[in-house]
Structures are given as structure tokens and as C-alpha cells.
T-cell receptor, first 115, second 112 residues
Framework: DTEVTQTPKHLVMGMTNKKSLKCEQH?????MYWYKQKAKKPPELMFVYSYEKLSINESVPSRFSPECPNSSLLNLHLHALQPEDSALYLCASSQGLAGGRRTQYFGPGTRLLVL | GQQVMQIPQYQHVQEGEDFTTYCNSSTTLSNIQWYKQRPGGHPVFLIQLVKSGEVKKQKRLTFQFGEAKKNSSLHITATQTTDVGTYFCAGLSGGSNYKLTFGKGTLLTVNP
């Protein structure tokens, strides 16, 4: 089973709202990722967690705040977003970060619209 | 930084024709992964290539990794309408670099 689940599927929020995106995997993977994907573009890496610790932050604005409560869950807290933050937010996971364990499996994503 | 160039950007074929997309990396890769994203969908993992000169097949799909581990290709034989989507290559360099560098993708459309 290579399933990564994400909720919600769609989200519309105002620029003053606070919302959270959730991601879950039960594959025993120890690395989890957040990506942002604009239309007709490849996914852009935002954050990497390894063993529940933040390993990489790709200079993402502080209005995006990741959280990894446990090895199966990954959250992305959103606050004071801008319209240009509207995109598909993808979660991915991999067994680990080393060598052949880095194959990433993506969830279905959350389509975010910021008004 | 590492860059992965992918061509063509778009490819429209008649059903039954073959299709190929190519990726070239500015640096040597430890492995390359291929993903397919259907319109309105999310990237779905297809395959990972690790060894120099590796060739892998999945039914009508053939994946190659170059001898220098800097280029890769995906070839689809006798395309079907179900092959429609964007195909991304994504390369990983060695060591502690965890970042998967994506090509810009090739959007394949198939005329029935």
C-alpha cells in the first residue's frame, strides 16, 4: 500500500483566516514532505521532515508553519496568506532520506484558493 | 544549483504513435525518478532508476538512465488515450542532498 492521504481536498480561505492542511501515511515512512504546485509547473519543495524533525525549510515564508506531531502525520498551518499562495499543496513521504529509500509517494493534494 | 532540463514541453500524438520525453541534468545523479500526473490529479510514482545505463520496462513504457547518470528518457510505445498526462522526471544527487529536482514536465495529449 503506497497511500498518502490529505485533507481537505479543497480549501477556500480569506487572507485573515487561519487554516490547517493535514497529511497522513501508514507505510512506516520516516520522511515526509510538503510541496507547492502551481498550474502547469512541477512541484516545488517547501519542507522536509525526517524522524519527525524538520530537516529542510526551502526559505518558505513564515505564514506557512509545518508541524509533525508523529511519524504518520504532517500538518501545514496557514495564516495571513496572499492570493498568490493559491496552489495545489502536495504531501509526500518516503522510507527515509538515504540512498534507495528516497522514492517519494505523493498524496492527492489540497487545492487552496486564497481570496 | 542542480538543474534538470526536460523536453519537449508539450507533445500531441495520434493514438497508436510512439512518444518519448528526455531529461538532462547539469550534475551527475544518484538516481532519477519518473512520475505521471493526470489532468487535475497528483504525481504518481512510475519508476526509479539507479544504475548507470539501466533500462527498465513497464508494459509499453521503457525507461533509460544514461551511462554518465546525467540523462534519462521515457518512451511509450503505441500510445493510448489513457496515457494522457504530464510526465515528470525528478533527479536526486548523492550525499546528503535530499532535494528531488523536478524537470518542467512533458504534457502528452493523445488524439483518439
Amino acid at each position: 500500500d503506497t497511500e498518502v492521504t490529505q485533507t481537505p481536498k479543497h480549501l477556500v480561505m480569506g487572507m485573515t483566516n487561519k487554516k490547517s492542511l493535514k497529511c497522513e501515511q501508514h507505510m512506516g515512512h520516516r520522511a515526509m514532505y510538503w510541496y507547492k504546485q502551481k498550474a502547469k509547473k512541477p512541484p516545488e519543495l517547501m519542507f522536509v521532515y525526517s524522524y519527525e524533525k524538520l530537516s529542510i525549510n526551502e526559505s518558505v515564508p513564515s505564514r506557512f508553519s509545518p508541524e509533525c506531531p508523529n511519524s504518520s502525520l504532517l500538518n501545514l498551518h496557514l495564516h495571513a496568506l496572499q492570493p498568490e499562495d493559491s496552489a495545489l499543496y502536495l504531501c509526500a513521504s518516503s522510507q527515509g532520506l538515504a540512498g534507495g529509500r528516497r522514492t517519494q509517494y505523493f498524496g492527492p493534494g489540497t487545492r487552496l484558493l486564497v481570496l | 544549483g542542480q538543474q534538470v532540463m526536460q523536453i519537449p514541453q508539450y507533445q500531441h500524438v495520434q493514438e497508436g504513435e510512439d512518444f518519448t520525453t528526455y531529461c538532462n541534468s547539469s550534475t551527475t545523479l544518484s538516481n532519477i525518478q519518473w512520475y505521471k500526473q493526470r489532468p487535475g490529479g497528483h504525481p504518481v510514482f512510475l519508476i526509479q532508476l539507479v544504475k548507470s545505463g539501466e533500462v527498465k520496462k513497464q508494459k509499453r513504457l521503457t525507461f533509460q538512465f544514461g551511462e554518465a547518470k546525467k540523462n534519462s528518457s521515457l518512451h511509450i510505445t503505441a500510445t493510448q488515450t489513457t496515457d494522457v498526462g504530464t510526465y515528470f522526471c525528478a533527479g536526486l544527487s548523492g550525499g546528503s542532498n535530499y532535494k528531488l529536482t523536478f524537470g518542467k514536465g512533458t504534457l502528452l495529449t493523445v488524439n483518439p
